[in-house]
């Protein structure tokens, strides 16, 4: 009897991560179709750009059109066939709003790992499974084995991270084939496919939005809320155009001059007071963590002896979960870590495989 042929649904962004994992599920026999996703046009309002002049020029419009043609000059290079998708609605009320309200409350959102949760590894795979697809897959580097999800083989490039929330349901229908190679690799394999992408510069920034100006993207929402800066001790350095715009552990910005750099340690909502430091005070540093909004791969008795990561790229650190109240686990590091920000994701790991993770309180 004749083999099926499974098909599979790749979400390509125009970039050579996306592109080389459509040309590897290809070589190994997949029926492959192309995606591209329009998730982000306009400014932080709407879609539609306020100056028409201002196309192009910094969050008025990310560039998608030109992403879009890369990844269709692709797919035909390759011989798929190629669609897109507008979820444009729906990033902007689960990413861009939440990253605002985050925002304005006082905390440091992760939009990726909203994106990954709400739009590619839920919305996108709806869509797949409406094709008749068996499977998704994205240019992440991450690898999934028997149900689980491990780093990916190159450290420098892991995105395990940006993955911890989305649903484990979708993990025996996603693959991510670049997540055995290492970047050099990729962009050698694309290269030797003759991919127009294979030298194209990695994106960077907001996911779908790119880079920005943070502050300035805030601000077009977010008015400006002055207050004092002031040093842990209440010496007053200066003046702060609102405590949303700035994140722990930040130093550029501050604009309070001269001397030693300072690092903002705290952010007061209720005196609006921006509380700066040296880049050793203690204030800067902490072993215990709470974590709220967790999301689990598999079953953790507690006591829980793992490791973590407060941020991406940082090398993983020994902890110990300490318990779960209330939907809120305790977590206490072997070392103090630095610039711990509400917000941001925290992400456990026992050895390669990902467990799970949750949202810094």
């Known amino acids: 009897m004749k083999k099926q042929i499974k098909k599979v649904l790749v979400g390509m962004s125009g970039g050579v991560d996306s592109s080389v994992t459509a040309a590897l599920l290809l070589e190994q026999g997949y029926d492959v179709i192309g995606a591209f996703m329009k998730n982000w046009s306009g400014d932080s309002s709407g879609p539609s750009c306020k100056n028409p002049d201002n196309v192009g020029q910094e969050f008025e419009e990310c560039g998608w059109k030109d992403e879009m043609r890369d990844a269709a000059r692709v797919a035909a290079k390759l011989g798929i066939s190629f669609t897109t998708f507008d979820f444009e609605k729906e990033y902007r009320q689960d990413v861009i709003d ?46 999934i084995q028997n149900g689980k999800i491990l780093k990916g083989i190159d450290d420098n ?48 920034g907001i996911c779908f939005v790119g880079e920005v100006n943070i502050r300035e993207f805030l601000e077009t929402r977010i008015k400006n809320d002055p207050g004092n800066i002031v040093t842990t001790d209440g010496v ?20 309070i001059g001269g001397g030693d750099p300072y690092y903002v340690v705290e ?95």
């Open 267 to 361: 952010k007061r909502k209720g005196t609006k007071e921006l509380v700066v430091a040296s880049q050793y005070h203690p204030s800067l540093f902490k072993k215990a963590i709470k974590a709220k909004d967790l999301n689990w791969f598999r079953d953790v008795d507690m006591p829980f002896k793992c490791q973590a990561r407060i941020r991406y790229r940082q090398k993983v650190q020994d902890c110990k979960i300490m318990s779960l109240v209330n939907g809120e686990v305790d977590v206490l590091f072997s070392e103090p870590q630095r610039a711990v920000t509400s917000g941001q994701s925290i992400v456990f790991y026992d050895g390669d495989e990902m467990v799970g993770g949750g949202i810094i309180q």
């Open 98 to 143: 939440y990253m605002f309200r985050e925002f304005e409350d006082g905390r440091t959102p992760n939009p990726d790992v909203m994106c990954n949760k709400y739009i590619k590894f839920d919305l996108f795979y709806k869509e797949a499974i409406k094709l008749g697809c068996d499977y998704v897959a994205t240019g992440h580097y991450a690898r």
């Open 157 to 204: 490039k892991d995105q395990t991270y940006f993955l911890w929330a989305i649903d484990k349901k979708v993990l025996p229908k996603i693959l991510f084939p670049i997540g055995e190679m290492r970047k050099p690799e990729v962009r050698n394999k694309a290269r030797k496919l003759g991919l127009i992408v294979a030298d194209k510069k990695d994106s960077t």
């Open 236 to 255: 007053e350095l200066g003046k702060h155009k609102g405590i949303s715009y700035y994140t722990i552990g930040q130093r550029h910005g501050l604009d």
